[in-house]
């Protein structure tokens, strides 16, 4: 989506829940996606106990399901729900992708208290989830509303395909596997750092760098999930293992590292620090390495390649850049990261919900 | 799971999460289930971005999910966690059930505030999920963990199996079946209203009828779903439109007949009201049949069958008695309810979260 366009939606009047029950709204729903989306294979979407996809054999089933949960991974007022919609759906994507299988349906359980139901919150939700889903060719196909005391609640729960025995998981990867992640780091956390300063969507700054700061900002709250990627690198077997980038880089590797049983390398100075966070953080007192080594949420994929394969790698998909970072070592070598000649452990300091 | 050995369950000291990160919780899980549960056809569970199932001609699959909110769908002081957990899957192995499928995986996304995951409730949460998880060979492939401002919140994602083409859907049934429901009706929110006033799991009670008592109050807390029921109705193709008794039975036959346009007739004195509810409703100006309509919670399966398949259907399955309670008519007569000479239309009074 545009983000002219989900400014639009959002400024939009959009219609409300006001006297519906969730049967009506759900029955909407319906109607709007019974036309839009990858229908192949789905036997039954919304309407039903639940939904019935056709099974076929040389093929695999990918699921994953993430929990948002307003005050902890969202707060209502520095998003909107539009964002919020696509964010929701774009985070369950994004660990298709890191399957290397290819994003096909979703479904979304949706908890709001009396007050936001009773808004247009949820028919914005929608339309953001909405948008992104038909940008994929994914069909949502069932759900839950439930309504809560207080707050907002999602849990995106995401399906995929990819060719029997080719999903990319985390573990397979070896010593000597060279390190590539897509696109840049650091904005994501670099857009929350600044909505935690009171930056907000569309708000108009008089700062000279109010461009920068909304781009970095929506990073944040609206992350495109490299689904290009993920097929790519999926379809052609090019990664011996891959991760999204959610918690950070840096546990994001870990993670990776301990499922392959491998150390790493990683240098510095060849990591793809979002150049807007780089323009940005002199002024506001950011260290943008940090920011892109710890920060989370870019969900960009991070993948472990074969050197005999290197060579066969696409420059870019959907014009997502690839940046070479490091190489796979074994694993008593630790997880390492260097800068010139000083080489330093480099520890899991991305997002924990609990310590 | 026997309730004496829930009450065991919950009463022993169990290990607590201090000081253990999301990661570490998840590894233990990983570890408990790796053993358990049925793994034909899992390629990946617990550990990666995304479980991965293999895909077979032949098959269809069956996916459902339902969120449960602390302060709505219950209540932390009335139930207990190991309940909490069976109750989780429960009600979406009561889905997949009423699609005429086996079930077969879990995901489970559990949000949870600081406090409780300091305690020990996420570990009998997960006693309680594992085990009714066993107890049906189904295997818990993934989820999500996440911090929560203040409310527990849960959603169960069940996913199953069935023959090509053989799910049995709410559309599908045409004038002149039988409507039929599995055990009884009314149990559950005889035990919530009972909770309502005070009762309570296991709590000792000095009036006559605390056997009962616990009984309604379990219905309501730890619901067996027909899993049993499901697959032979599926198997063997007895139903023409099935759908589980979740909301009441009132409201879920009007699920099943809006989706297949018919109109249908109960009659109230066939109505399998539970005979504990019949006893106890007496002394506490509590109405058994409107229990048993629109109670909700019961997650017995209601389902028609045309009349040539009738003499097929089994009497009991896995001990549950099924009951036939009227028969579907054309659209246009609408759902009434008959006693003796007297009809009246059913109206769906049954729960609903929005108004």
Chains 1, 2 share one sequence.
Request: charged share 25%; proline share 4%.
């Amino acid at each position: 989506m545009k983000d002219e366009e989900a400014a639009r939606h959002s400024a939009r009047a959009a219609s409300t829940n006001s006297g519906r029950s969730e049967f009506e709204f759900i029955a909407e729903i319906r109607r709007r996606v019974s036309m839009s989306g990858s229908s192949s294979s789905l036997v039954t979407g919304i309407g039903d106990d639940a939904a019935v996809l056709r099974q076929t054999t040389g093929r695999d089933t990918v699921v994953s399901t993430d929990l948002l949960i307003e005050g902890i991974d969202f707060q209502q007022q520095s998003t909107e729900p539009v964002l919020l919609g696509h964010k929701a759906l774009a985070v369950s994507l994004s660990d298709i992708a890191a399957m290397g299988a290819r994003p096909r349906w979703s479904l979304i359980s949706l908890g709001v208290p009396e007050d936001i139901w009773e808004s247009s919150f949820c028919d914005e939700f929608y339309d953001g989830l909405i948008k992104l889903a038909d940008a994929y060719d994914i069909k949502l196909i069932g759900g839950d509303i439930s309504r809560t005391p207080q707050q907002i609640v999602i849990d995106s729960i995401a399906m995929g395909e990819c060719a029997t025995g080719k999903p990319v998981l985390r573990s397979g990867a070896k010593p000597g596997d060279r390190i590539f992640v897509t696109g840049s780091l650091g904005g994501a956390a670099a857009g929350l750092r600044l909505i935690e300063r009171g930056a907000r969507f569309k708000k108009a700054e008089n700062d000279e760098d109010s461009n920068l700061v909304q781009e970095l900002v929506l990073r944040h709250l609206k992350p495109e999930p490299r689904v290009g990627w993920g097929v790519v690198i999926g379809e052609e077997q090019l990664a011996s293992a891959m991760i999204d980038i959610s918690d950070g880089l840096s546990s994001d590797l870990h993670h990776l590292c301990e499922e392959s049983h491998v150390g790493a390398i990683v240098r510095s100075g060849d990591i793809p620090v979002d150049e807007r966070v780089v323009e940005i953080c002199g002024r506001r007192r950011l260290d943008p390495l940090m920011l892109a080594l710890h920060g989370g949420e870019d969900f960009e994929l991070l993948f472990a390649v074969p050197p005999d394969k290197v060579a066969q790698l696409p420059h870019k998909v959907d014009g997502v850049q690839l940046t070479e970072i490091g190489e796979l070592r074994a694993a008593n070598e630790a997880i390492r990261i260097s800068e010139g000649s000083r080489v330093w452990d480099l520890q899991p300091e991305g997002w924990k919900h609990f310590e």
